[in-house]
């Protein structure tokens, strides 16, 4: 079974940066996988991020970026300001069909 | 601006079969370059991929629900709708319908989902 894997919780401090990691029980996460990185504050829809591993959907700051690093996908944070407090999501594209979403993580900004 | 919105019953019995539809506004379903999809979130828990279909009814659905799980397509109201039979209280979620692209395979448009209590 696919498993995606995502760091449970994460810290950051105000003004600093932090790179969240995406990658596969079984494999490493390559750009075939097309990557995409989700916030989602409580109560709220998602919102998307990043798709095809590395472009920035319309309207996201340039403070978030999506990329390869090693053997996962990842999605970077720079200058963390405290309404980036919220759960990551990404979800890999397994081919024929079929989607599975990371557990998530939950980014603290402190 | 394309949006989509859930409805259905919020309640329903163990056994029975769950009913949701996603209207979409602002565009056109039949869309070739999009597929149509249902993501669900339990209470304190992460988001699932339930399942999706394209403008011309092919359908793909996550292995773990594939034997319960029906979504299809109304293009004359412009909707797309899930069943999940033999629903117990695992099914109890925040349902989301979205809209994913069909060449970057990312859920471009949400929902804002509706609440289903088994």
């Known amino acids: 079974q696919t498993v995606v894997t995502q760091e449970p919780a994460f810290s950051v401090s105000p003004g600093g940066t932090v790179t969240l990691t995406c990658g596969l029980n079984s494999g490493s996460v390559s750009t075939s996988y097309y990557p995409s990185w989700y916030q989602q504050t409580p109560g709220q829809a998602p919102r998307t991020l990043i798709c095809n591993t590395n472009t920035r959907s319309s309207g996201v700051p340039d403070r978030f970026s999506g990329s390869i690093l090693g053997n996962k996908a990842a999605l970077t944070i720079t200058g963390a300001q405290a309404d980036d407090e919220c759960d990551y999501y990404c979800v890999l594209y397994m081919g024929s069909g079929l989607w599975v979403f990371g557990g998530g993580t939950k980014l603290t900004v402190l | ?118």
Not at chain 2, 38 to 54: D, H, T
Not at chain 2, 89 to 95: G, K, L, P, S
């Open chain 2, 1 to 118: 601006q394309l949006q989509l919105q859930e409805s259905g019953p919020g309640l329903v019995k163990p056994s029975e079969t769950l009913s949701l539809t996603c209207t979409v506004s602002g565009g056109s379903i039949s869309s070739s370059t999009h597929f149509w999809g249902w993501i669900r979130q339990p209470p304190g828990k992460g988001l699932e991929w339930i399942g999706s279909i394209s403008y011309s009814g092919s359908t793909y659905y996550n292995p773990s629900l594939k034997s319960r799980v029906t979504i299809s397509v109304d293009t004359s109201k412009n909707q797309f709708s899930l069943k999940v039979s033999s629903v117990t209280a695992a099914d109890t979620a925040v349902y989301h319908c979205a809209r994913q692209d069909f060449y970057s395979y990312d859920m471009d448009v949400w929902g804002t989902g509706t609440t289903v209590t088994v």
